[in-house]
């Protein structure tokens, strides 16, 4: 045997009683096996469940060819454009929205509490049937929103749904309708972790109303603020049922989002690895969201 | 507990191995004789019952067993997109959307069914046998991947009611095209006049969702001249003037009807079933839509409608080109597909054996209320068909089995069927309808856009 084949023979078995020690831990005997019937489960599900369909997705969607297809489809830049400001107004109006009305629901009293309760309905009831709802209620000749301007007041509303622009008002509102009450539920949880003693402290130092909130109120919620928007953020670029059924995509397919071209460019016109190249074109914008999140998420565990 | 050691886990995987080995012979018996289908849900339930009833028919006749799923028509669709994308596939399946047989037919994913098909050859109208081919970029050869299983072709639904409301006649309705669908403008500003605020005269779908609004450009472009856009070679004739004036005065046409307020404004965002819909809610007094999903709709519920007030034009009807010459229909067809990779082709291919027997396809279709078209014309003269009593399915079925028909373009060349998902032929309407552009300038535009897409289908 010469000493080539001395060290390829021992190296593995070095490599072998790492990795080894490094699974056990403490672990020994049965204790070992039963952690591995517990963790191969989980591990099978997330294999199957979450790592395989992305990669999935990344080999579908990894063809340069795609996304010069892509970029040079003119409804493609228009869903940039409305995802864009699908995002900027949807979640910072919303936020902003759930931010003073968490400041509302402070207040004591009976009926906050049940005015809270009819709050929060909008986001308790199913989203299929309210948005389609709303595209009825928008319909220009029979829908319920002209049909009561012109019996209140014989005005001839506008076809709300035929404009690009008052469809994609449509869509941005019904998901601010929405989502602001899970939002107001998440801050006013935040506000109500504020101690009591900080509030108190400040009011003695007349920090009261307006100032109270810009001294003492916002800089506490800062982060748990933060993580909300961006979180929402995420949530809102995979977005498909409200554009699906509010606009549904029309008129002309001037109000898509990333999300329902993706389904669009998939199984309307059979084109699968576009539809998965759409949405992953939203990428560059998610990976550093998800970032930042992971971050301030660390941060936020040693403030409020 | 029991204590789990290597030695029981290997105990049990030992025993749940030879269970599985015991029980194999059985489970491929079954797996031998049972075969998957998956077929689009009816518009109105009598279409499945007359689905289950031929499946049973079959299990009972044949001893294999049927494993159906009844899917409605938009999500399968997207379960058959996804089935072919990931390999993943069952043994049989309709063609939903109807071009799809084209789309996966260039791409190498379907059985060839020729020798199915040749059982009942000359029973199928010529048209079928056409529609059932596709050109393969693989084998560079057209062949047959498609069992012509039901048809559907474009006729005009009008209400009666609403003309007669507008102190007008149905006899008086013209023969040639503009002027047939010009009457229907002036029923609209008859029926204004009366103080009827919501109602259209003209059910265009002017919208890029769908289906419909390409059979109703394809439709107009037929009449005004155009049918060479595509020959049967493949080949794409957009420098013929006659086919580029054919799609000028097409858009110019349903693009204006729309701008001048003779189409409902929410047609710009309509789906498939929007302007079934809105013709039922009498918001317009005609609609061009295929197949008599309009009518069979309401058999039921509104006899009074089926038989009294709702009138199809189909032949006779069906407007002429404005030279009073007969304009041939497109048809388009329900076909039988087996996709590659399918597990029991062979229990497939006899299902589809059986399933186009005259007797049993044209039972399938009558039972369905006679929303489709059988794909034999001798089928249509079953008493079904020619019943003298029923005001709608004599016309019909003379328009899109008895009457010239040609397939749609897809057929010829796959490219048209990326032009009709595209809904390239919508945006140039929508330009002309909403944008107040120039017929002229859409077409052009509309025209680059389908070199484009053709230039991506290169066929041999």
């Given at each position: 045997m010469d000493s080539t084949s001395v060290v390829d023979v021992g190296r593995p078995a070095v490599r072998r009683g790492t990795l080894s020690q490094f699974l056990r831990g403490s672990l020994k005997g049965a204790e070992y096996t039963w952690a591995v019937a517990f963790v191969v489960p989980y591990i099978a599900v997330f294999v199957t469940f979450v790592a395989y369909p992305i990669v999935y997705g990344v080999w579908m969607g990894s063809e340069a060819s795609l996304y010069r297809e892509l970029f040079a489809d003119p409804i493609y830049q228009t869903t940039v454009v409305n995802t864009v400001l699908y995002l900027a107004l949807g979640v910072n109006v919303k936020m902003f929205l759930a931010l003073l009305l968490s400041g509302f629901f402070m207040r004591p009293g009976w009926w906050t509490k049940l005015l809270l309760l009819i709050f929060v309905l909008p986001w308790a009831v199913p989203q299929v049937s309210t948005f389609v709802s709303i595209h009825w209620m928008l319909n220009?000749?029979?829908?319920f929103l002209n049909n009561a301007l012109y019996k209140l007041f014989h005005i001839e509303g506008?076809?709300?749904?035929?404009?690009r622009w008052t469809a994609l008002g449509a869509v941005i509102v019904s998901h601010i309708w929405k989502w602001t009450p899970f939002w107001t539920l998440i801050l006013l949880a935040g506000r109500m972790a504020i101690p009591l003693e900080i509030r108190d402290t400040a009011r003695v130092d007349g920090a009261t109303g307006v100032r109270g909130f810009v001294y003492i109120t916002f800089p506490l919620l800062a982060n748990l603020y933060l993580i909300c928007t961006l979180l929402s953020t995420v949530f809102l670029l995979g977005d498909f049922n409200t554009v699906y059924f509010v606009s549904g995509g029309g008129p002309a397919n001037l109000t898509h989002v990333l999300g329902t071209l993706g389904i669009r460019n998939a199984f309307d016109i059979a084109q699968p690895r576009l539809g998965v190249a759409a949405v992953m074109s939203a990428l560059p914008l998610v990976i550093p969201l998800v970032i930042v999140l992971m971050r301030k998420l660390r941060t936020a565990e040693v403030q409020l | 507990m029991a204590r789990l050691t290597r030695r029981s886990v290997l105990r049990g995987s030992a025993a749940l191995g030879a269970t599985r080995l015991l029980a194999a012979p059985h489970i491929a018996r079954a797996a031998v004789t049972t075969a998957s289908v998956w077929f689009a849900q009816g518009f109105v339930q009598d279409e499945d019952v007359a689905l289950r009833k031929a499946v049973a028919d079959y299990e009972k006749a044949s001893g294999n067993k049927i494993e159906l799923s009844i899917i409605p028509f938009a999500p399968e669709r997207q379960k058959i997109i996804s089935a072919i994308t990931s390999g993943v596939v069952p043994d049989m399946i309709d063609?939903?959307?109807?071009?799809i047989l084209q789309i996966y037919g260039w791409q190498d994913r379907w059985v060839d069914v020729s020798d199915v098909v040749e059982t009942q050859k000359a029973q199928f109208s010529e048209t079928a046998l056409q529609a059932a081919q596709a050109y393969n970029s693989v084998t560079k050869k057209r062949a047959t991947y498609g069992v012509p299983l039901r048809a559907a072709v474009v006729p005009c639904h009008i209400w009666k009611s609403l003309v007669e409301k507008a102190?007008?006649?149905?006899?008086?309705?013209?023969?040639t095209w503009d002027a047939y669908f010009d009457f229907f403008k002036k029923v609209q500003d008859n029926l204004r006049k009366q103080g009827e605020r919501k109602v259209y005269g003209l059910g265009f779908q002017?919208?890029?969702?769908?289906v419909d609004p390409y059979n109703l450009f394809m439709a107009f472009l037929l009449a005004y001249g155009?049918?060479?856009?595509?020959?049967k070679d493949g080949k794409?004739?957009?420098?013929d003037p006659k086919v580029k004036q054919a799609a000028i005065k097409a858009t110019a046409y349903l693009g204006g009807a729309y701008r001048d307020g003779y189409?409902?404004?929410?047609a710009i965002n309509w789906n498939d079933a929007d302007d079934n819909n809105a013709f039922h809610a009498k918001l317009m007094v005609m609609d061009v839509d295929g197949t008599l999903s309009t009518e069979v709709a309401v058999k039921d519920k509104h006899p009074e409608w089926y038989f009294n007030e709702i009138v199809t034009h189909g032949v006779p009807g069906y407007p002429n080109d404005n030279a009073g010459k007969p304009i041939p229909s497109i048809v388009g067809y329900t076909n039988g597909l087996i996709p590659?990779?399918?597990?029991n082709v062979t229990v497939a291919k006899e299902f589809l054996k059986y399933f186009i027997q005259p007797k049993v396809i044209g039972e399938f279709v009558e039972l369905g209320l006679g929303r489709w078209l059988p794909?034999?014309?001798?089928?249509?003269?079953s008493p079904f068909w020619q019943n003298?009593?029923?005001?709608?399915?004599k016309g019909y079925v003379q328009q899109g089995l008895l009457g010239a028909t040609i397939p749609d373009y897809y057929v010829f060349n796959v490219a048209m069927a990326e032009v009709r998902t595209q809904h390239v032929w919508s945006l140039a309407m929508i330009d002309v309808a909403?944008?107040?552009?120039?017929p002229e300038a859409a077409i052009d535009k509309a025209f680059k856009r389908i070199e484009e897409i053709f230039a991506k289908y290169k066929m041999a």
């Open positions: 220009g000749e029979w829908g506008a076809h709300w749904l035929n404009d | 063609s939903n959307p109807a071009e102190g007008m006649k149905l006899e008086d309705i013209p023969k002017v919208t890029a969702n769908g155009g049918q060479d856009i595509v020959t794409l004739h957009l420098d189409v409902p404004p929410s590659k990779g399918a597990k794909v034999m014309p001798a089928l249509a003269k003298p009593k029923d005001p709608h399915l909403k944008d107040g552009g120039k």
